[in-house]
């Protein structure tokens, strides 16, 4: 029979034996080096957590590098859906709608892949929900140049007040309500600012069709009879256009999430920037800018819609938006250009007796040409104080077109008869190509002319 050890012995021969790793497990923890003696070596210290860029309330990604996860855009786009689905038999009906025209998801989308990248990387960066990016499917069917009869314009369906608000130029020469960057700051701007105030996406959406006051005070009647005041809570005191605008939010979200499920397919869309920035440093025409580029003019409007004259002016901080494969095509050939750049200056009319003919002599060119570079109807006759856009016929006339005149330039004009007979009065000339000339293939009225002057979406409320 073995002679039996004390515990207490035991125990502290134990401990004795652990001491070494103990003290090396402490040294750890404390992430001091390991003593001298120990055998082992000390585990590499870890990584220090980066949060500076994470947001509390950002739906998908956490890190930049996930957003290049996905294989294409839709699939950025599904991982970061946030906002509570909808399911009544509204949404039924438009994701029948949608399902049984292809031919129209198809133009949508693929006018749609030029600039869903800048959006959905937008929303990320703003921690937003990423269904947003397909606001303008229901807005404008993603073309920038459209065009609604409350005048609400551009991919985002700005119209001019709200545009203004949120620092969108509108002048003689440019309107970026249909710029691609500056209306899509301005839209998730706008929509971010509406959920901080309603607390609530589809409160929020509502908001941007109908107008923050209006969806205030549909609130405030709910609550007066003691009713919810979610979305499906107060359709029934919204119009109808206003009513259906998140259930077809959701049914488009419903086909971009499964469009299998439809008979539907998607264009893919390649997980990388579609488009670049480049700096326009002097006034440039359209066609030149297009022509260095290598693009055709129809693709080079598609990027840059905001451009309503055939010459881009502006400052320093104006840029041109190129695919990358042509933004260095557009530098290389312009290190070669050696011509002017714009072939366009301003004149303006100080007497009503210049006349289109006599000012289309003078500038070596034709009527038409004239009327069409200034939107100037036919059979109307330009006011004095106007701006207008005239050939450049001297060397003389080689200086860019000045901010000031940029900013300031009109163009009235009034009827042919008008003059004669002496009636008053007279038009602005609105921004854009003429009729006859305009891309503008969808034009969508959000309501009616007598309730745009009271609901028009994005109308600021008195």
């Known amino acids: 029979m073995q002679a039996r050890i004390p515990k207490s012995a035991a125990l502290a021969?134990?401990?004795?034996?652990?001491?070494?790793?103990?003290?090396?497990?402490?040294?750890?923890?404390?992430?001091?080096?390991?003593?001298?003696?120990?055998?082992l070596s000390p585990l590499p210290k870890p990584p220090a957590l980066d949060v500076s860029s994470l947001k509390i309330n950002k739906p998908a990604k956490l890190a930049d590098d996930d957003a290049f996860r996905e294989k294409d855009v839709w699939g950025r786009i599904r991982s970061g859906y946030a906002i509570p689905d909808i399911n009544n038999d509204l949404v039924g009906k438009h994701v029948t709608w949608y399902a049984t025209r292809p031919d129209y998801i198809a133009r949508t989308t693929a006018r749609a892949s030029r600039y869903l990248f800048h959006v959905v990387?937008?929303?990320?960066?703003?921690?937003?929900?990423?269904e947003l990016a397909l606001l303008p499917f229901i807005e404008s069917a993603f073309n920038p140049q459209a065009l609604s009869s409350a005048n609400a314009a551009g991919m985002w369906q700005f119209v001019p007040g709200t545009g203004r608000d949120f620092n969108l130029k509108q002048d003689a020469f440019k309107d970026e309500r249909r710029g691609i960057l500056a209306s899509?700051?301005?839209?998730?701007?706008?929509?971010?600012?509406?959920y901080d105030m309603f607390g609530d996406w589809q409160l929020a959406l509502a908001a941007y069709n109908w107008g923050e006051g209006s969806v205030q005070k549909a609130i405030k009647r709910n609550q007066a009879a003691g009713k919810p005041t979610d979305f499906e809570s107060l359709a029934e005191l919204m119009p109808a256009e206003t009513r259906n605008y998140v259930p077809k939010l959701q049914a488009v979200k419903n086909i971009i999430a499964n469009p299998a499920q439809f008979g539907l397919s998607l264009p893919a869309i390649d997980n990388t920037p579609y488009f670049t920035a480049v700096d326009k440093t002097s006034d440039?025409?359209?066609?030149?800018?297009?022509?260095?580029?290598?693009?055709?003019?129809?693709?080079?409007?598609?990027l840059n819609p905001q451009f309503k004259r055939p010459v881009i002016t502006g400052d320093e901080q104006t840029k041109i938006l190129l695919p990358k494969e042509n933004a260095d095509k557009f530098h290389l050939n312009l290190a070669?250009?050696?011509k002017e750049l714009s072939t366009w200056t301003t004149h303006k009319i100080t007497s009503a007796r210049e006349s289109i003919g006599t000012l289309a002599s003078r500038f070596h060119t034709?009527?038409?040409?004239?009327?069409?570079?200034?939107?100037?109807?036919?059979?109307?006759?330009?006011?004095?104080?106007?701006?207008?856009?005239?050939?450049k016929i001297s060397t003389s006339a080689s200086v860019d077109i000045s901010p000031e005149v940029e900013r300031n330039a009109t163009v009235a004009f009034e009827a042919e008869r008008e003059r004669t007979t002496g009636k008053s009065g007279y038009k602005l000339a609105k921004g854009g190509k003429s009729a006859k000339s305009s891309p503008v293939a969808l034009v969508k009225a959000h309501v009616s002319r007598d309730a745009a002057r009271g609901k028009s979406r994005h109308k600021k409320d008195n």
Do not use: C
């Open 336 to 338: 070669q250009w050696g």
């Open 121 to 130: 990387t937008e929303l990320e960066k703003r921690g937003m929900p990423t």
């Open 13 to 39: 021969a134990l401990l004795a034996l652990m001491a070494p790793a103990i003290s090396q497990a402490r040294d750890m923890a404390l992430e001091l080096p390991p003593a001298a003696t120990t055998p």
């Open 284 to 302: 440039i025409d359209l066609t030149i800018a297009a022509h260095l580029a290598e693009l055709s003019v129809d693709e080079f409007k598609a």
């Open 184 to 194: 899509t700051d301005a839209a998730l701007t706008y929509l971010q600012r509406l």
């Open 366 to 391: 034709t009527p038409e040409v004239l009327r069409q570079a200034n939107n100037i109807p036919q059979k109307s006759l330009l006011k004095a104080g106007s701006t207008i856009l005239v050939p």
